[in-house]
């Protein structure tokens, strides 16, 4: 990798995490140049404009937590564990464990409503992919015949996606996490009804948060 590449990368890296806190458009040109420390040619050298530096960010963002998650979906078997790690796993992103400032897409989803639609898009594609790594955990259980017929899996797949990014939007402005957590066990108890134990397996308990 050359040092032009490492410079951007260290762009991309910096600036993603400033504008996640205060805002993929709203984040000033001069905070920008004092995070990444460079001046205003050597910031053109690398990206043609901020708004392209912020779609650039906002993806290296959300690429940073479809990481996360996509590690989470790895690491457990049973595909209602991994349901539950990624439940718990909107804990770390609204206490800014997994990128500073919280959720990206719901941050830029927020920022963008009806003002800048190239971000708006983008966050829908990513809210899109976050559906998915539940939806694939749902399919998995459906395959395995844990799940009991009529389960709507399209609709739960939705829901898990919106309770969590709400659950993250009300912790961070309510700065009240066990809101967040019992929002959480609410849903769980929900999905539950619709879930049948694995075979040879005691009942399964939520990860100590």
């Not at 539950?84 to 990206?104: E, R, T």
């Not at 959480?184 to 005691?202: V, Y």
Request: with cysteine; net charge neutral.
């Amino acid at each position: 990798m050359s040092k032009g590449d490492d410079t951007r990368d260290l762009v991309l890296t910096q600036a993603g995490g400033l504008m996640n806190r205060t805002g993929y458009r709203a984040t000033s040109m001069s905070s920008i140049l004092e995070a990444v420390g460079l001046q205003k040619g050597g910031f053109y050298n690398h990206f043609p404009s901020k708004d392209a530096l912020a779609l650039e960010a906002f993806q290296a963002n959300a690429e940073v937590l479809g990481a996360h998650l996509g590690s989470l979906a790895k690491a457990h078997g049973d595909p209602a564990v991994v349901l539950k790690n990624l439940l718990d796993a909107s804990v770390d992103v609204a206490q800014g464990k997994i990128l500073p400032g919280g959720c990206p897409v719901l941050n830029a989803g927020i920022e963008a409503d009806d003002t800048w639609e190239p971000l708006r898009e983008a966050a829908a594609r990513s809210a899109d992919a976050l559906r998915r790594y539940f939806l694939l955990a749902l399919h998995r259980l459906e395959r395995a015949g844990r799940l009991k017929p009529g389960t709507p899996v399209e609709d739960f797949a939705t829901l898990f996606v919106a309770a969590t990014e709400g659950g993250i939007l009300w912790s961070r402005v309510t700065k009240d996490t066990p809101g967040q957590r019992a929002l959480l066990e609410l849903l769980w108890s929900l999905f539950e009804t619709h879930l049948r134990e694995a075979p040879d397996s005691s009942p399964m308990k939520r990860r100590d948060s």
